[in-house]
C-alpha cells in the first residue's frame, strides 16, 4: 500500500520560511518522479516544484522561483519542499505527489499517488 505523508504545513507571517516534508512508503522510491502541489480555495491545483528521480533533475514554477527549492532523499524514501520569503498568495494546501518515471511532469493527472496535504496559512 502505497503512503505519502506530509508534514510541515502551519500559520506563519509573510516573509517567513517554512519546511515541508513528504515521507514515501510502499513504493521503490528511486523510480518515481515525486512533486509537490499546491490548491489554493477556488483555484486548480498547481504545480510548484518537481523533482525527477535523477539527480539534479528539478523544476520550480515561475510564481515561486526563488524562493522555493525541492530535494529529495533516496536514503530516506522522503521529498521536501523549503519556501522561504513566504507571501498571503501563497495560502493553501500542499500536497506530495508521485509519478510513475524519470520525466519531470507538472500535469496533476500524471501522478499515481497523492498524499492527503498539509495547510499553509500566511498572515499578512
Known amino acids: 500500500q502505497v503512503q505519502l505523508v506530509e508534514s510541515g504545513g502551519g500559520l506563519v507571517q509573510a516573509g517567513g520560511s517554512l519546511r515541508l516534508s513528504c515521507a514515501a512508503s510502499?513504493?521503490?522510491?528511486?523510480?518515481?518522479?515525486m512533486g509537490w502541489f499546491r490548491q489554493a480555495p477556488g483555484k486548480e491545483r498547481e504545480c510548484v516544484a518537481v523533482?525527477?528521480?535523477?539527480?539534479?533533475?528539478?523544476f520550480i514554477a515561475d510564481s515561486v522561483k526563488g524562493r522555493f527549492s525541492i530535494s529529495r532523499d533516496s536514503a530516506k524514501s522522503t521529498v521536501s519542499l523549503q519556501v522561504n520569503n513566504l507571501k498571503p498568495e501563497d495560502t493553501g494546501v500542499y500536497y506530495c505527489?508521485?509519478?510513475?518515471?524519470?520525466?519531470?511532469?507538472?500535469?496533476?493527472?500524471?501522478?499515481?499517488?497523492w498524499g492527503q496535504g498539509t495547510q499553509v496559512t500566511v498572515s499578512s
Open positions: 505527489a508521485a509519478a510513475v518515471g524519470s520525466y519531470i511532469v507538472t500535469n496533476p493527472s500524471r501522478y499515481n499517488y
Open positions: 510502499g513504493l521503490t522510491f528511486s523510480t518515481y518522479t
Open positions: 523533482a525527477g528521480w535523477r539527480g539534479g533533475n528539478t
